[in-house]
């Protein structure tokens, strides 16, 4: 079945840091790719999404690459704040049609905290 | 703004007790979803649902049943709780149009079963 391997954590950073978090997946067919912010006691909200190969997906100076060749989607930004700090989450969903109803298959979720 | 809400952001229950979990969402969206989320394993389906009255076990549906009579509300119940279901419970939906399925979350049940 699909999977989703992330980078173990958490990882800790200082404000400006660079950040990458790793994302791997499993799949049959072509997924659309997804990664997911939960901060302090919310619930998770789409940060970026990709649905095809070659594709980035970018939103509030984060960015991510959809890579066949290397089914990979790593999470980056150049220079990160403190309120970045969240749990991230990368995910894959099968399409909407059909019997699949476009389930999502989440990754373990990384923590990051940043320091001032 | 799109909402999804959940009935209750913390709730103590005692083993053996009949809980239900209420998820609510005014996007007209055709399929909702419960995971239960927990340090190190992620979010994991217990059960999701395309239409009214339809429903389909996800990964996890021991112990959980659900329940859907309106298209906006989606119900998820712990028949007799159990310790081992002391969890972050997230309701979510989505609609079927196009390709890509974004789900949209609620902020969460925090559950502690004692």
């Known amino acids: 079945g699909d999977s989703v391997t992330q980078m173990e954590g958490p990882v800790t950073l200082s404000e400006e840091a660079f950040l990458t978090i790793n994302c791997t997946y499993t799949a049959t067919g072509y997924p659309s790719l997804f990664w997911y912010v939960q901060y302090p006691g919310e619930g998770l909200q789409l940060l970026l999404k990709?649905?095809?190969?070659?594709d980035k997906g970018s939103n509030k100076g984060f960015e991510a690459t959809y890579r066949k060749e290397t089914t990979s989607f790593h999470l980056e930004k150049g220079s990160v704040q403190v309120s970045d700090s969240a749990v991230y989450f990368c995910?894959?969903?099968?399409?909407?049609?059909?019997?699949?109803?476009?389930?999502?298959?989440f990754g373990q979720g990384t923590i990051l905290t940043v320091h001032p | 703004d799109v909402k999804v809400t959940q009935s209750s952001r913390y709730l103590v229950k005692r083993t053996g007790e009949k809980v239900f979990l209420e998820c609510v969402q005014d996007?007209?969206?055709?399929?909702m979803f419960w995971y239960r989320q927990d340090p190190g394993l992620g979010l994991r389906l217990i059960y999701f649902s395309y239409d009214v009255k339809m429903k389909e076990k996800g990964d996890i549906p021991e112990g959980y049943s659900v329940s859907r009579e309106k298209k906006e509300r989606f119900s998820l119940i712990l028949e007799s709780a159990s310790t081992n279901q002391t969890s972050m419970y997230l309701c979510a939906s989505s609609s079927p149009s196009g390709r890509v399925n974004e789900q949209f979350f609620g902020p969460g049940t925090r559950l502690t079963v004692l």
């Open positions: 996007m007209d969206h055709e399929n």
């Open positions: 990709a649905t095809k190969a070659d």
């Open positions: 995910a894959l969903s099968d399409h909407a049609g059909g019997t699949s109803y476009g389930k999502l298959t």
